[in-house]
């Protein structure tokens, strides 16, 4: 199916069909594609929590006592998504990538390892120091995953909700994120729809080409 048909099919559903189970094949090819996700200066300064089980999804849940409209998004859904960052870029992160870069071949020679850890760091640097924005900065990447979930997901025919809406602080305890350098920033419930999702058979509605595009 082309790209154009797949960004207008995808939706964001209200309420799952909590019968329904997504195929394990399928879970495991948006995984395997959410960790293909690009970032800035391939940084990955992502962790993905994966709730399949009822327990693991009812943890997740907790944190939307005071988003109650998003409980039930959680709860019948299939598999919750919890898209997490780094709460800092640490030394042990940014040598763990340049191993795995080199040991994925990355690099021809060992002066082209160095620039790449020498630009790493240097973007790393300016966010941290001159823009001060190194938390925003990572989070941005994490939100270019989602967007890779969410078109991954109505490739494979799922249906799924991006949820900003729960207590990113209530998450990370129940989860004990911080303690390990990560907390929550957004979910993706994933799944098939029910009868009763009223959102299905709306249309989508955005702002009109011209309004979004400027050509040069
Ligand atoms: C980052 C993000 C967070 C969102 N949080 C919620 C949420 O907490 N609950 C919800 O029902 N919808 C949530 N939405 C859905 C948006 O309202 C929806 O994407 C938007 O209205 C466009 O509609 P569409 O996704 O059906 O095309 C979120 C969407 C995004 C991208």
Redesign the pocket.
């Known amino acids: 199916m082309d790209t154009v048909t797949l960004a207008k099919r995808r939706?964001?559903t209200?309420a799952y069909d909590a019968s329904r189970k997504i195929p394990q094949e399928t879970i495991d090819a948006l995984l395997e594609q959410l960790r293909h996700s690009p970032s800035s200066v391939n940084s990955q300064p992502w962790h993905f929590i994966v709730a399949q089980s009822d327990e693991g999804k009812a943890r997740l849940a907790k944190a939307t006592e005071a988003f109650a409209y998003?409980t039930s998004?959680i709860l019948n859904a299939s598999h919750v998504i919890v898209f997490a960052t780094r709460t800092d870029m640490t030394e042990a992160h940014l040598e763990a990538v340049l191993a795995q870069e080199g040991a994925d071949g990355r690099f021809r020679d060992e002066p082209g390892r160095v620039m790449q850890d020498q630009t790493r760091r240097s973007y790393v640097n300016l966010h941290r120091f001159d823009q001060k924005d190194l938390q925003h900065w990572m989070e941005k990447q994490t939100y270019l995953a989602?967007g890779t979930a969410l078109l991954g997901a109505v490739a494979h025919g799922l249906d799924a909700?991006?949820?900003?809406?729960f207590d990113a602080k209530a998450l990370d305890a129940e989860l004990g994120l911080r303690e390990q350098g990560f907390t929550s920033v957004?979910l993706l419930s994933l799944g098939y729809r029910s009868q009763e999702d009223f959102?299905a058979g709306l249309s989508?509605s955005r702002l009109p080409t011209e309004d979004v595009f400027t050509f040069l």
Do not use: F
């Open positions: 939706y964001t209200k998003n998004k989602l909700t991006p949820i900003e809406g957004v959102n989508k």
